[in-house]
């Protein structure tokens, strides 16, 4: 009887449930999207009961679309949007709040009074992070500051809090497990990435009581079972949860970078490079972040990033507020349409901008109109924007890593786009390599409980499954290429600092 492993991905945009065999191929996949919620300009939140229920609806019919019996399942995996702050009752499981999203700047004054109180260093030397409103724990923070009575009952030990990982394990057992990965927690800027554990001193510089906080643990061994009452996954019950890491270092993992030096790029709502570092994180200088990627067998592994907050996003905002489109892929047909964006640069900074410039005051821009730009010309150049953002993350690692890339492999909603990987690799002057499964954010997700569950014996029996669809090879003129950037970055300069103290 052929075993499966279910791989919950419960990202920004919506939240999916895919199947894979041991092959590791997808058998049966859902999704559903849910509502992203934007209270005022630069906040993002979404309700945590829609994301469970989502979540929920997505298993539910993944496994009905399989046609398997679920007792097929050797176990669950899950893989989450990072950072996004839940805070609930710990006795009725209800959320005292909206969840504050990764994207959401309402931080950015906590951020800097951190930054003015001196932390900076104290930050990065633990956590591996820089100080800036995208992490999570100046959003619970907030909350406690926040919303009436909350401080209170966080002290009293009536309230957990957790990343989305946390909330999906906690209403996954029914209530009973509350803990979290290393990867996630790594994000919240609480977590020593050294000692793999909360961390004292920055719990109290934030004032979050430690009781609020879930259980760190590795990122491939189970964690508890699916409880027996719950609506719509009655069936389901007692199935095992057995791995959990953030997108970004499961798309990692899914994409088999397990050597040092092995690198991804994810383009989906954001752009996430992750480079493995191997067993001793790396202290950047170009203002990129070290995090656990994954701890599994024992062994810590560590990953250099770089994030772009806005990439396929900018495709989105393309279709949805500005109308220009109709969908994602009439965004390629458009910018194929034209020879280049015709001078114009779109820089998406809508939430800011993020690595290597954490500019929390930047907003977008575009420059270069002239009276013939036409609507070819601005998908092609928010094409082109989300290669830059890339390039500026590659050039950052470069300049960190103990040895430059030599591939980038690629992965991501985004990532389907010839013609935004072709420009990829013309721009970074790099092989960009494809796989021809690009769900590598689930599949990672998979991989860790199959691992911990023991249908996959090992790393490198995971790495056998991997398989390139499509390598991109540099063949736009070096010149031409080094000019394009050089005005982007001119671009770039513009969109900062724009609404300084505005927030
Ligand atoms: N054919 C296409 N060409 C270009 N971009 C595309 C195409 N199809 C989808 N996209 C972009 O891919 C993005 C979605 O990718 P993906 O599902 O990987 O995102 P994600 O960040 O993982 O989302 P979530 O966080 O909800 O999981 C969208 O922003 C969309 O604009
Ligand atoms: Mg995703």
Redesign the pocket.
């Known amino acids: 009887m052929e075993t499966y492993i279910a791989a919950l ?1 419960q ?4 939240s999916r449930a895919i199947l894979f065999n041991r092959a590791g191929e997808i058998v049966a996949r859902a999704q559903y999207p849910f509502r992203q919620i934007y209270p005022q300009p630069g906040w993002v939140e979404h309700d945590p009961m829609e994301i469970w229920a989502t979540e929920k609806r997505a298993l539910a019919e993944a496994v009905d679309a399989a046609h398997i019996d679920p007792k097929q399942i050797a176990a669950i995996g899950i893989t989450n ?1 990072r950072e996004t702050t839940i805070l609930w009752d710990r006795t009725t499981g209800q959320p005292v709040h909206n969840a504050i999203v990764w994207q959401c700047r309402r931080t950015a004054a906590i951020c800097d009074q951190l930054k003015a109180d001196g932390l900076g260093d104290t930050v990065t030397d633990k956590t591996g992070l820089l100080i800036d409103a995208y992490f999570s724990g100046t959003k619970v923070k907030w909350l406690l500051d926040n919303v009436p009575g909350l401080r209170e009952r966080a002290e009293r030990g009536e309230l957990c809090a957790g990343t989305v990982d946390a909330w999906l394990i906690w209403n996954l057992t029914g209530g009973q497990v509350h803990v979290t990965d290393y990867s996630n927690a790594s994000r919240t800027m609480l977590f020593n990435i050294h000692t793999l554990q909360w961390d004292d001193d920055l719990c109290r510089a934030l004032g979050i009581p430690l009781r609020l906080l879930p259980q760190p643990r590795p990122n491939s061994e189970a964690y508890g079972c699916i409880a027996a009452d719950i609506p719509g996954l009655e069936a389901l019950a007692g199935i095992p949860i057995c791995g959990s890491a953030g ?1 970004q270092p499961a798309a990692l993992f899914g994409q088999a970078c397990f050597a040092p030096g092995q690198a991804k790029n ?5 752009c996430f490079t992750l480079m493995n570092v191997g067993r001793e994180p790396v202290r950047s200088k170009a203002g990129l972040v070290t995090s656990v990627g994954w701890s599994v067998g024992g062994q810590v592994t560590y990953a250099l990033e770089g994030s772009v907050f806005n990439a ?2 900018t ?2 905002w393309l279709r949805d507020e500005l109308g220009l489109i109709s969908s ?2 009439e ?2 047909r458009l910018a194929e349409s034209v020879p280049d964006a015709g001078g114009v640069c779109v820089v998406p900074a809508f939430t800011g901008l993020g690595a290597p410039y954490w500019d929390m005051y930047a907003r977008g821009t575009i420059v270069g109109l002239t009276r013939g730009t036409t609507k070819a010309h601005i998908a092609r150049a928010v094409l082109d924007a989300i290669a830059f953002q890339v390039t500026d993350l590659v050039r950052a690692m470069n300049a960190d890593a103990p040895c430059p890339l030599t591939t980038l492999r690629v992965d ?3 990532s ?2 010839d013609i ?1 990987m072709q420009t990829q690799a013309d721009l970074l002057r790099l092989p960009v390599d494809r796989p021809a499964q690009v769900e590598t ?1 689930a599949f990672g997700a998979a991989a860790l409980a199959g691992l911990a569950a023991g249908v996959w014996g090992s790393l490198d029996e995971l790495g056998t499954l991997r398989r390139s669809q499509c390598l991109f090879q540099p063949q736009r003129d070096e010149a031409a290429c080094a000019a394009d950037y050089a005005r982007w970055c001119r671009a770039v300069e513009r969109s900062r600092a724009w609404i300084e103290n505005e927030l």
């Not at 990202?11 to 919506?14: D, H, I």
């Open positions: 991905d990202g920004t945009t919506s949007q997108d994810t383009y989906g709502t954001g396929g996003s495709i989105q994602a892929p965004c390629d991501g909603g985004a389907v786009s935004l954010t």
